[in-house]
């Protein structure tokens, strides 16, 4: 079975939470913080984005309604993503914790 093809965490340097340049390793991988701290960044600019798109409707800047429900949405999904990965590492570090040496 060749299994060359898979790599760690490809999800996520692919997508919006990629690590920001020039803070990888030395051997140009990134790291597990590096990835978590992206993660809250992004989540957070995402709640500024739709708090700013929230006051230009209600200030009559902007007209779309329909931006704003899908900027919240992905807010929401970003929040919610970042909440599960928390609970994991929460979860993980608890059964660590629970072993025996």
């Given at each position: 079975?060749?299994?060359?093809?898979?790599?760690?965490?490809?999800?996520?340097q692919q997508g919006?939470?990629?690590?920001?340049?020039?803070?990888?390793?030395?051997?140009?991988?990134?790291?597990?913080?590096?990835?978590?701290?992206?993660?809250?960044?992004?989540?957070?600019?995402?709640?500024?984005?739709?708090q700013q798109s929230?006051?230009?409707?209600?200030?009559?800047?902007?007209?779309?309604?329909?931006?704003?429900?899908?900027?919240?949405?992905?807010?929401?999904?970003?929040?919610?993503?970042?909440?599960?990965?928390?609970?994991?590492?929460?979860?993980?570090?608890?059964?660590?914790?629970r072993m025996q040496?």
């Amino acid at each position: 079975m060749d299994v060359s093809g898979i790599s760690g965490a490809g999800g996520l340097q692919q997508g919006r939470f990629a690590p920001a340049a020039g803070s990888q390793s030395p051997t140009g991988d990134s790291s597990f913080a590096d990835l978590i701290q992206n993660l809250v960044e992004g989540t957070n600019k995402d709640h500024a984005d739709v708090q700013q798109s929230v006051e230009d409707l209600v200030s009559g800047k902007s007209d779309g309604i329909h931006e704003v429900v899908m900027t919240a949405s992905q807010a929401e999904l970003s929040f919610r993503l970042m909440m599960e990965i928390r609970n994991r590492l929460i979860s993980s570090y608890q059964e660590i914790i629970r072993m025996q040496v």
